[in-house]
Each structure stands twice: as structure tokens, then as C-alpha cells.
């Protein structure tokens, strides 16, 4: 389920990975989710991809290209169809592209003529399984979305392995166990505080608050 938390409508992209392969084997869009509805979602159901292990879910908005400040034909296409486009042709089987893109996406930089700054959606919360069979999914403190730009928090979702203290042990020095479990929930080193990119950043913890 992905819930927008922002207050403008979105559409969310969802890129998905089959097994072991670092290329995306899926792109695809949900509908327009309004300011604090949610959507299902089933990751390759519309591409017919092969079962999906893991997903990125990117936030574009619904203006149109005109109206976000985007110079590109057609204007009247909305930046989230824009984007679906792009990424539909670009980054399925080939992780490369899709590592530029995500890159673009965070630093809020151009990506195929698109600046993403300007395509930036709402906040979004997903819930579900990031790992395929991970007894363990990955979860997100719902009070990042008060202070965590959108193109941080989707980045640090998209690539939790980046994120200090992903999937280890609350204690390093003893065996994984239902007293020690693993961290996998995305949240603050202060939770706190508000997010800063150099004071207070994201980090793995065992639960959330």
C-alpha cells in the first residue's frame, strides 16, 4: 500500500528487481493518489515481468510540464506520464541508467531533459516487503515524512544497503535472535529532532518509535 503523505496529488513510479540481477526488470505507474489516499499496488502485474524481489518507489507530480516550469513538448503532458515515459524506455535492463537516474532524482539535477527538482511528488509511505522472503522488511518511521525532503527519503528506501546499520544486528556481539533482532527500520539517529543531512541522518534501528 503507498500512502501519499504530502498534500498535492501524485503518481508514483515503481521500478522493480527480479533476483540477483542489478537491472530493473519493471517500471510502471499507479493512478493519481490524492493528499492522504493510498493505493495498492502489485509490482509486475502490468509489465508481465517476472516475480518482483525488491522495489524503488519515485514520487512525480501531476502538474502539467507548463505549469512545474518544465521547457517540453508537449506542454500539456503531465510530469508524472512524462517521467513513466522516460524510465520506461530508459532504465529497465540497465542498472546503470537506472543509477544515473536516481542519482538526478536526489541531487534534484536534469535527467533526460526533466528537472527533477521540478518533478519531485509528495512525500509517500510505503508498506510491504522490500526483500522478497526477508524475515525482516524493511520499515519507515512515519514521522520521517514531517521532515525528510521526498527525493531523500525515496533514494534511502531505493538503496537501503547505503543506509548505516541496514539488516545488522541491534548487537553486533551476539547472535540474532527474538532479543536481538536486526535493524530494519529507517528513521533518524535522534528521532527526536529534525532530519539534517550532516547533524541528524538516517539510520537503521531495530524498531521504530
Not at 92 to 104: G, K, L, M, N, Y
Request: proline share 10%; hydrophobic share 45%.
Amino acid at each position: 500500500m503507498i500512502t501519499n503523505t504530502g498534500d498535492q496529488p501524485v503518481k508514483a513510479t515503481i521500478v522493480g528487481w527480479h533476483g540477483a540481477d542489478p537491472a530493473p526488470v519493471s517500471v510502471e505507474s499507479t493512478g493519481p493518489i490524492a493528499a492522504g489516499a493510498q493505493a495498492s499496488y502489485a509490482p509486475g502485474a502490468w509489465t508481465g515481468a517476472p516475480a518482483i524481489d525488491r522495489i524503488a518507489v519515485y514520487s512525480f507530480n501531476t502538474k502539467t510540464l507548463r505549469d512545474a516550469g518544465i521547457d517540453l513538448e508537449p506542454a500539456d503532458d503531465l510530469v508524472a506520464d512524462r517521467m513513466l515515459e522516460v524510465l520506461f524506455f530508459s532504465v529497465q535492463r540497465d542498472a546503470v541508467e537506472h543509477d544515473a537516474f536516481r542519482s538526478a532524482y536526489v541531487a534534484g539535477t536534469v535527467y533526460r531533459d526533466v528537472d527533477q527538482s521540478k518533478a519531485w511528488g509528495s512525500p509517500l509511505q510505503v508498506q510491504g516487503a522490500w526483500v522478497a522472503g526477508s524475515p525482516s522488511p524493511l520499515k519507515v518511521d512515519r514521522a520521517l515524512t514531517l521532515s525528510v525532503p521526498p527525493a531523500v527519503l525515496n533514494a534511502a528506501v531505493a538503496k537501503p544497503e547505503a543506509i548505516s546499520g541496514y539488516r545488522q544486528p541491534a548487537n553486533p556481539n551476539i547472535a540474532v535472535g527474538p532479543m536481538n533482532p536486526l535493524r530494519t527500520c529507517l528513521t533518524l539517529v535522534d528521532s527526536g529532532k529534525p532530519w539534517h543531512p550532516l547533524f541528524n541522518g538516517l539510520v537503521f534501528k531495530a524498531g521504530c518509535p
